[in-house]
């Protein structure tokens, strides 16, 4: 069983930084392509990047240069940094190990996709 949680998040100014984090359970899942979604309120959930196992990563335009992924497999965590937040930044940021991941980034997975419970990143002006 895969159990994903997220932390980090929280109240932060525009411009500010934060970093969020992912643990994983689950002995597979350093082998899975994980990834970092976000939802605003009233919008659908969006990529905003993705890692494979070995390091490749794939960003969401508006995130170029101003997030960055991360993972450490021996952890079994990945990692958001967020750079120069924007009030449109603020969402419920989830983390994803399997599928809808594996699919972006072209790669195997076991067929399912695990969602973590999500952290609330809130920026104010």
């Known amino acids: 069983q895969v159990q994903l949680v997220e932390s980090g998040g929280g109240l932060v100014q525009a411009g500010g930084s934060l970093r969020l984090s992912c643990a994983a359970s689950?002995?597979?899942?350093?082998?899975?392509?994980m990834g970092w979604y976000r939802q605003a309120p009233g919008e659908q959930r969006e990529l905003v990047a993705a890692?494979?196992?070995?390091?490749?990563?794939f960003y969401a335009d508006s995130m170029k240069g101003r997030f960055t992924i991360s993972r450490d497999n021996t952890k079994k965590t990945i990692y958001l940094h967020t750079d120069s937040l924007k009030v449109e930044d603020t969402a419920v940021y989830y983390c994803?190990?399997?599928?809808?991941?594996?699919?972006?980034?072209?790669?195997?997975?076991?067929?399912?996709?695990?969602w973590g419970k999500g952290t609330l990143v809130t920026v104010s002006s």
């Open positions: 994803n190990a399997g599928l809808s991941t594996a699919r972006l980034m072209d790669v195997k997975s076991d067929g399912m996709d695990y």
């Open positions: 890692i494979t196992r070995d390091g490749r990563t």
């Open positions: 689950g002995s597979i899942v350093a082998t899975f392509a």
